[in-house]
């Protein structure tokens, strides 16, 4: 019997941070193609309605890439037909993925259609009121793209949460994949569109694949994305079940595609195969809190020692560290967090907390600021403050 190798909690923060991009020499000018690699290695980046200090998806490119053009970004996502390459669907949660992860993820569309899967007011529409749902459909296939505020029925509706029964069918349309994203206008509102006017007939016509072969695919993609991951980790980078992940893991480990390890404190490691060991990180970096570094906050705080929780939802006087708190990444640590917000009227990137962790190096400040003043450089920004109080 081989045995299990043993890899220590540095190494395995290292082989994690060289998976998702950290470490290497950053573009002088990054360009579509830098942000088709980055997502060739991320395989998505996750959306969020957000925008105190910028959208979430234009984040991981930034923190990985330096300044970029995030136009570039927004032509990859939802450009003209010649230049889009990329579509939204749930996979972590709604995200921005490549064209090709859409076979991949039709079991999921058809557990939707059935009902089976989505949020509670939204699975109605699969059954009893599939008929609401589909003449929605129909309007759409006939008027062209459109958004939810476009309909009479939603007239009324106000909030990011008072959701119509209009928005729900057209969600359920959405996780069914009947529909998909076409644009997004100025308030980043979602114009649906029928699925087969936005993805390439070459992609839709590709055959479905099998459950498992699905299942198997994105699980190794997830490995990929990690380097080393624990079970648990690996189903939830596109929130699949345990009783659909764990015969994939076990058929990649088998192919020897995953191989077991052991890891201080962790339970069912797995390390992809072609995972680079890296040596050293030299890095520095700010993380969006829906970075897929760190957003399964169990494995950021056993990778990094880094306890980090998002407090947009904690009342203000409760909050610890802040809304929007992004931590700081310097080498292969996490060293520090920063509450940031960007002041568009003033032009100035607001800090308006910061804190470092114990032990943070001498020279974290100083690096920190560095990549304050480039964010704000990226934001059209004329520079970073601190809050007055």
């Known amino acids: 019997m081989t045995a299990i190798e043993n890899i220590g909690q540095a190494q395995a923060r290292r082989i994690a941070l060289g998976a998702q991009g950290f470490g290497q020499k950053r573009p002088g000018v990054a360009g579509r193609h830098h942000l088709r690699q980055l997502l060739g290695r991320l395989h998505l980046h996750q959306i969020d309605s957000v925008n105190v200090l910028s959208r979430a998806h234009y984040l991981p490119a930034f923190s990985r890439l330096g300044c970029y053009d995030r136009t570039a970004l ?18 972590h949660e709604a995200s921005l993925l490549p064209f090709e992860f859409q076979p991949l993820l039709r079991w999921r569309m058809a557990q939707a259609d059935r009902g089976e899967t989505g949020w509670t007011g939204m699975r109605v529409y699969a059954t009893e009121r599939r008929g609401e749902a589909m003449a929605l459909l129909d309007r759409i296939k006939i008027d062209g793209p459109m958004a939810v505020s476009d309909f009479e029925s939603h007239k009324g509706q106000t909030g990011w949460w008072e959701w119509s029964d209009t928005k729900r069918a057209l969600e359920w349309l ?3 994949g009947h529909i998909t994203t076409a644009s997004r206008r100025g308030n980043f509102e979602r114009v649906y569109d029928l699925t087969e006017r936005v993805i390439p007939a070459a992609i839709l ?9 699905a299942h198997r695919a994105l699980i190794q993609c997830a490995a990929q994305a990690h380097g080393i991951a624990t079970s648990g980790e690996l189903r939830d980078y596109f929130r699949q079940s345990p ?6 893991i076990h058929s990649l480990a088998e192919e020897g595609i995953l191989v077991p390890v052991h890891v201080p404190g ?10 680079r060991r890296p040596r050293r990180i ?8 829906f970075d ?5 906050r169990d494995r ?12 947009i939802y904690v009342p203000a006087e409760k909050r610890e560290y802040g809304y929007y708190v992004l931590p700081f990444l310097l080498g292969d640590s996490l060293v520090a967090r920063v509450d940031l917000k960007a002041d568009r009227k003033a032009g100035r990137l607001v800090v308006q907390s910061m804190h470092f962790e114990p032990g943070a190096p001498s020279d974290s400040r100083e690096a920190l600021e560095e990549q304050l003043a480039r964010m704000a450089q990226w934001l059209g920004l004329e520079g970073w403050t601190t809050a007055t109080m």
């Open 74 to 91: 927004d032509a990859l996502a939802w450009g003209k037909p010649r230049e889009r390459k990329l579509f939204e669907y749930w996979a």
């Open 174 to 176: 959405f996780w069914a």
């Open 205 to 213: 016509n590709q055959p479905t694949p099998s459950d498992f072969d």
């Open 243 to 248: 009783r659909d992940a764990m015969p994939a």
């Open 266 to 275: 962790w339970r069912h490691a797995w390390l992809y195969r072609d995972a």
């Open 282 to 289: 030299d890095a520095q970096a700010l993380l969006v809190p």
């Open 292 to 296: 897929p570094l760190i957003w399964e």
């Open 300 to 311: 950021t705080e056993r990778l990094f020692g880094f306890r980090y929780r998002i407090e």
